[in-house]
């Protein structure tokens, strides 16, 4: 009965770990990789014609993660985004079964809590990475392979032969899929390290060392082949490493769990299993040194952290091991595990949620992906080089049928090297380096992000021609019509003065991008448009899609509501809603409130959230603002800080708080600065 219920323990764990990895596809790199898989098929070759970047970048193109780019062209050829996410739920599915037995095998008897945690712990932290990426596989290979490791040191015989032989062809595999294939070797020699110090047979030691050298040997047969050792150094060191975010090196913030509570998972892990050493008064050494390997991976960058946690897991269980109760209270802390397991997943669960948008959904979301752009590209008859930014020209050239190239992308530095990295960096973020840009590689069309600086710094030449939530596509001026009214860059999605003529020409506009853009972001521009010209805010609101079809773009969608919330007399719903945009970054709604707060209960809790994360980088005029809140709201401490912040930044109309605070602050220190500053300003030409 006991080994029923962990069995169906660990079905549904797996289950649970499947659905997790189902969300909105919001990354790009599954697009390069279907693209090289697509070309490796082509030319049956791992090294094949560059098919996706502006010419200039002519280096042999070489795939090294070819086997999975493969399979995901020919599993999304067969069945669109379903199929490859069926496949990357299976993948994580197999991961929590591969963890859960690997766990089994640490110890005789494993406690049933022990045995539930651990894989709940590692893939609550690894389902972060389990994206339509190669390295979701190396979720499944890393446990897999430790599995067969441990289970080849025990064996003996033609069981250990055989167990041999799966391992030499998973390592031939994994070398084709992912480049923590390198890993292979040393997770083995620590499996069998106790073999080869101890007394053993010859027959048996040579056949651990055989096996050690061809394991070693399938290094050789990645895409990279003897230049393995490059391929190491350049993820080790160098711009790119500093530059790109998966690639930095971890600081203290990681283990924040305010800021990464998978980060403080992992200490929280590692300091379990040093207890469980302690209590057995024992290194648990064959354990030990993954755990240690991934320590240092993960301490290396951010994108190993998974890998640290998967390492650590057979450690883990042994100590979990000897720490819980054996009898009496075994089925209580079986339950205390169950539950902080359910607790994990749905940590991860709601990271997932916030992060890659609503678990259960499958394709493109609207907005993420320069969707529109490739639409009006595709049907305008671009074919030429599409000056793009780091996250969108994968998706642009696979929605373009690789009939466009486009710039530096997510290759870095598998393809692209630092130099081109710190070059399209200074593109993407300089005015002067963008006009170069433009002239050296032979750009016909940018498609920009609207927050970004190469958004805003798009000058005469280029006219907008598609807005989208996220992106703008700008066309040479002259070879077709712009758009005037639409806003192409920024958090406002209309022009000034877009309501000239009533709003006519701006339904003309509205119109012309309807065709390629989103179909709820184009209500959201027409429920902008409504309100911009006149509108009642209760019709306005009306055409506001649902939060659930503008995930990706949601922040366009709050804006939008915050304003008719003001105008229908709705604040404190409206200050909610402002507060979550302003965590997010987007200070300018703090203007939509300028007058309008007759609470100043209210205009204190946005302003003094503002200034809360903002610190010393908030205006003046918010400040002068937060400090007449306060001093109606009889907070006089509130009211000095940013009153005399204010007088000092030298806001205009401080004066009025300034004599506030010299009639009615306790202080009589704070009177008399008060009195100070207001002669300073007044001295002021």
Known sequence: MIRHAEKAGAALLALACAALTIHPEHESDIFWHMLLGRSVLEHLSRV????????????????????????????????????LHAALAATAGLAALALWALAGETAPGLHPAARLLVPAAAMAAALGRMRLRPESFAVLALPLFLLLAVRYARAGGRRRVILGGALLLLSLVWAQAHGSFVLGPPLFLA????????????????????????????LLSSAYGADIGAYILVHAAGYARAHVADMR??????????????????????????????????????????ALLGLALSLSAVRFSPTGTILLAPLLARSLHELLPTAGRRALATGVAAAAALALLVLSARTIHERRGPIGRIGLPGGRHPTGAAAWLAAHGERGNVLTQYRDGPPLAFLLGGKARTYVDGRTPLYFGDADLAVA?????????????????GVTAIVAQRGSALCRNVGEGWVPVMVEPGHTAFARAGSVTGLALLAPCGPALLAD?????GGAALSREIAAIGAYADAPFVRLLRAEKALACGAPAASAEALVPPAREVWAYRQLR??????????????????????????LGDTSVIGFFAGRLADPKLEKRLLGRFFALYDDETPGAVSLALARACALTGDAPCAALHGLRAAALGEPGAAGILRWLEKNHPSARVRADARAWLTTIKSIP
Request: with cysteine; charged share 15%; glycine share 8%.
């Open 191 to 218: 499996a069998v390290a106790g073999g080869l110090l101890r007394p053993a047979t010859p027959r048996r030691r040579l056949l651990d060392l055989a096996l050690l050298a061809l394991l070693a040997a399938t």
């Open 249 to 290: 090196g971890v600081s203290w913030e990681v283990f924040d769990p305010a800021v990464n509570p998978f980060g403080a998972l992992y200490l929280a892990l590692w300091v379990t299993a040093l207890l469980g050493m302690a209590r057995a008064r024992s290194l648990f050494a064959p354990l030990l040194a993954p």
């Open 48 to 83: 094949v014609p560059e098919p996706i970047a502006f010419p200039a970048f002519s280096d042999p193109c070489v795939v090294p993660e070819w086997l999975w780019g493969a399979a995901a062209w020919l599993l999304y050829a067969a069945g669109g985004w379903l199929a």
């Open 558 to 583: 709050d804006r939008l509501l915050v304003r008719i919330w003001i105008g229908q007399g709705k604040l404190a719903q409206a200050v909610d809603t402002a507060l979550a945009l302003i965590e």
């Open 497 to 501: 003065g877009a309501c000239a003529d």
């Open 425 to 441: 960096n200074a593109v993407w973020e300089k005015k002067a380096a963008l006009d170069g840009a433009v002239r050296r590689f």
